[in-house]
């Protein structure tokens, strides 16, 4: 099983080779995501976790949750974050997903 990179599409062999490869490679100060500048990209992510599923996802990569204080909640997001990441997946129905649930709420 292998973890595919939301941000380059890069596929990788475990979780922690995942979270070193975003660290390392896209630890710009744009977030890659959303366009924003930032001077703390991991807080960014944290912070925009709460509107949006692909922010969500880099937080949990990055954060490995640790800003949940439930530590089963934590290994369930987790994995739902590693099923989502598997590389059988196709990210861009996610995203395209997560944008049909945006324009939703916009409706409202």
Known sequence: MGYRCPLCKGLFNSFHSLKIHIIKSHAHK?????GKETKNLTMHYRMMAKNDFLHLIVSCIVTECTYIDDGEIRRLVINLVKVILDENIPLDIISK?????ENIKALD
């Open 97 to 101: 997903k997560a944008n049909q649930t």
């Open 30 to 34: 744009v977030c890659q995501l959303c």
